[in-house]
Nanobody, 122 residues
């Protein structure tokens, strides 16, 4: 139900824009999050946006560099990533949470996309 895209290989300091398209008509009822998982590490929270798009949360390490947004008419959530660093290298996943709030825990998210690889070279 969630299809992530936009990953790729980029040099440090570069930018990428990830997209996550949903198929469900109820997309506007879900908060959406982005997570990432680097090799050998646990999946970690990156950003979250509420259903209406006005409340956003970020992991401290990406604040000021990443921006989450959504277009409910197109049933898509975005992650604009600027000033990328090698430590941002990971598989990035989008996920949907039916509850309100500000959860950063993967287990609170009901639906997951398949992941898109982001590789930042130094």
């Amino acid at each position: 139900q969630l299809q992530a895209s936009g990953g790729g290989l980029v040099q440090a300091g570069g930018s990428l824009r990830l997209s996550c398209a949903a198929s469900a008509s109820s997309f506007a009822n879900y908060a959406m999050g982005w997570f990432r998982q680097a090799p050998g590490k646990e999946r970690e929270f990156v950003a979250r946006i509420n259903d209406a798009g006005w409340n956003k949360f970020y992991q401290d390490s990406v604040k000021g560099r990443f921006t989450i947004s959504r277009d409910n008419a197109k049933k898509t959530v975005f992650l604009q990533m600027n000033s990328l660093k090698p430590e941002d290298t990971a598989v990035y996943y989008c996920a949907a949470d039916p509850a309100s709030g500000s959860s950063r825990q993967p287990y609170d998210y009901t639906y997951w996309g398949q992941g898109t690889q982001v590789t930042v070279s130094s």
